[in-house]
T-cell receptor, first 112, second 112 residues
């Protein structure tokens, strides 16, 4: 069974700080990685995706991928209370890479 | 915008009933997924489909079956509902393998 692992948290950061969320994956063949945000009682919504090694920036969010270490991270700069949510890491794996597997999520709290 | 619509937001069923959860997407996506989400366990993949009439077991298929007779519709069937199937059920779709998935609003199923 291919796995995606996340630290469940909770992770607490003060407003304005950088939040760092981490994810590891077991399928070395995985090629695409996704970060979703899920507010309580709502469905997950996509924040970012990354396919290549290195960093990808979008506004206050930066995704980092290291395929050699099988490690994906999400940095949130200038964290806001509205960023408080559960963050889910996901990747495709398995034969044909059709199976989209999620980590259990990290709960982030941004303290005003 | 991609729209993934689940037939019910809330559902209450009795033990032993056959339950149908319906999901429709309007963007001609190849892949469709059914997950259940439980506190502390994250999103767990039940079944997925990468084409019409094609289906693959996910990580927890026991007690469930699926049907995909048309590309836009993916149905989850609980053959004989049990109390341990009380959960939030989330449907998702993606254009093809390796691309981001979009979620429906979720169905909170209670089996009594």
């Amino acid at each position: 069974q291919k796995e995606v692992e996340q630290n469940s948290g909770p992770l607490s950061v003060p407003e304005g700080a950088i939040a760092s969320l981490n994810c590891t994956y077991s399928d070395r063949g995985s090629q695409s990685f996704f970060w979703y945000r899920q507010y309580s009682g709502k469905s997950p919504e996509l924040i970012m995706f990354i396919y290549s090694n290195g960093d990808k920036e979008d506004g206050r969010f930066t995704a980092q991928l290291n395929k050699a270490s099988q490690y994906v991270s999400l940095l949130i700069r200038d964290s806001q209370p509205s960023d408080s949510a559960t963050y889910l890491c996901a990747s495709y794996s398995g034969a044909g890479s059709y199976q989209l597997t999620f980590g259990k999520g990290t709960k982030l709290s941004v303290i005003p | 915008d991609v729209k993934v619509t689940q037939s019910s937001r809330y559902l209450v069923k009795r033990t032993g009933e056959k339950v149908f959860l319906e999901c429709v997407q309007d963007m001609d996506h190849e892949n469709m997924f059914w997950y259940r989400q439980d506190p502390g366990l994250g999103l767990r993949l039940i079944y997925f489909s990468y084409d019409v009439k094609m289906k693959e077991k996910g990580d927890i298929p026991e007690g469930y079956s699926v049907s995909r007779e048309k590309k836009e519709r993916f149905s989850l069937i609980l053959e004989s509902a049990s109390t341990n199937q009380t959960s939030m059920y989330l449907c998702a779709s993606s254009f093809t393998s390796g691309t981001e998935a979009f979620f429906g609003q979720g169905t909170r199923l209670t089996v009594v």
